[in-house]
C-alpha cells in the first residue's frame, strides 16, 4: 500500500510537473475565433492584420477560426454562438454586428472589436467613459469627422447640398451621419440623408441622392463598401462627386477621403489581444484604442474623370 501510495504521487507530481512546464514554458495553445461581418479591403485588412500580430508574438501557438458572415447578422450571431460553445480563448469581432453578436454570444470569453466607429452606440452604452466595464475591449476606425468635413469644405467649396449615404442597418454609420451633418451645416451646407436596406436597393437609393446632391458623403459602412461598383455606376456618369469615410469605399467609387491604415488597426487589435491572452490584462478596463494617425487619399481615376483638382497633400490610392 505504502508504495502504491509513494508510486501514485509520483505520478501526480510529474503530471503537475508538467502542468506547468506547458502553461509556463511558453507552449500554452490558443484558439482565437474571427467573425468578419463582411468580405471588403478595409475588414480583409484588419483580420490580416490582427492574425499578424498574434502570429508575431505567439508563432505556431496560436491558431485561428476565421469566418466571414457575408454581411447578415443572423450569421454573426450563429459564428460567435459557435465559438462560445466551443470554449475558445478570445473572439475578434470585424463590423459593429460581429461586435454585437459576440456581446450577445458571451459574457465570459474576452472579446475584441476593431473596424467598429463608435463603440458606445454598438454596445448601447449609458455614460460612455472609454471602458465597456464588461467582457469587451478592441479598436475603433473612426478618422475625425470634423476634419472629414473641412476636407469636403476644402475641395468643394462651392457645393451647396451634401447626400449622406449609407446602410440603415448599421448603427454606427448612423452615428457618423449625425456627427458629421452638424459640422457641415456649421460650414454652410445643408445636409439630407438617404439611405438602403441592403445590397438591393443600394443603386436606386444612390440614384435619388444623386439627384439631390453637389456631393455624397459615406460614412465607413460595410454595407457601401460592399457595393462600391454599383455605387460608383451610379455617381460616375452622373457627375457627383462621393467624399469617402475610408480608403476602400474611396477606391471603389470615391473622389477622396480621410482614412486610416485598417491593417495597423488590426495589428494594434492583436497586440491587444496577446496583453489578453499571455499577460491577463482585463478587457473590462481596457480603453478603446483608435488609429494612430490619419491620411489625405484621393482616388486618381475618379479625379481625372470629374475633373477635381487634389491639393498636394493628398496620396494617390494604390490599387492593384
Do not use: R
Amino acid at each position: 500500500m505504502k508504495k502504491g501510495l509513494k508510486l501514485t504521487a509520483l505520478l501526480l507530481a510529474g503530471v503537475m510537473a508538467l502542468s506547468v512546464t506547458a502553461c509556463g514554458g511558453g507552449s500554452a495553445k490558443y484558439t482565437v475565433g474571427v467573425c468578419q461581418l463582411v468580405q471588403h479591403t478595409a475588414l480583409d485588412a484588419a483580420t490580416e492584420g490582427f492574425q499578424d500580430a498574434l502570429k508575431d508574438k505567439l508563432g505556431d501557438d496560436v491558431t485561428f477560426d476565421v469566418q466571414v458572415a457575408a454581411g447578415d447578422s443572423a450569421s454573426c450571431t450563429t459564428i460567435t454562438n459557435t465559438f462560445a460553445a466551443n470554449g475558445y480563448s478570445l473572439i475578434m469581432a470585424n463590423g459593429t454586428a460581429a461586435l454585437q453578436a459576440a456581446s450577445s454570444s458571451t459574457a465570459d470569453i474576452p472579446i475584441l472589436g476593431t473596424s467598429i466607429t463608435d463603440y458606445a452606440t454598438a454596445l448601447d452604452a449609458d455614460d460612455w467613459n472609454g471602458v465597456t466595464g464588461k467582457n469587451i475591449s478592441g479598436t475603433s476606425d473612426l478618422a475625425p469627422l470634423d476634419e472629414q468635413a473641412n476636407c469636403i469644405k476644402e475641395l468643394f467649396p462651392d457645393a451647396e447640398k451634401i447626400g449622406i449615404l449609407y446602410c440603415s442597418a448599421e448603427a454606427n454609420s448612423k452615428y457618423q451621419s449625425d456627427v458629421i451633418s452638424g459640422y457641415l451645416t456649421e460650414l454652410g451646407y445643408t445636409c439630407e440623408v438617404f439611405t438602403f436596406t441592403d445590397s438591393n436597393d443600394v443603386a436606386a437609393v444612390t440614384t435619388s441622392a444623386c439627384e439631390n446632391s453637389d456631393v455624397i458623403y459615406i460614412p465607413t459602412d460595410n454595407t457601401a463598401a460592399d457595393c462600391t461598383e454599383a455605387i460608383n455606376n451610379v455617381a460616375l456618369p452622373k457627375k457627383v462627386p462621393v467624399f469617402a469615410g475610408e480608403e476602400g469605399i474611396c477606391g471603389g467609387c470615391g473622389v477622396a477621403t480621410l482614412s486610416i491604415d485598417y491593417y495597423d488597426l488590426g495589428y494594434e487589435t492583436g497586440l491587444m489581444a496577446y496583453e489578453i491572452l499571455v499577460n491577463g490584462a482585463d478587457p473590462a478596463t481596457m480603453e478603446i484604442k483608435f488609429a494612430p494617425e490619419v491620411t489625405k487619399k484621393y482616388n486618381k481615376a475618379n479625379a481625372e474623370e470629374l475633373g477635381i483638382t487634389i491639393p498636394e497633400d493628398y496620396e494617390a490610392i494604390v490599387t492593384e
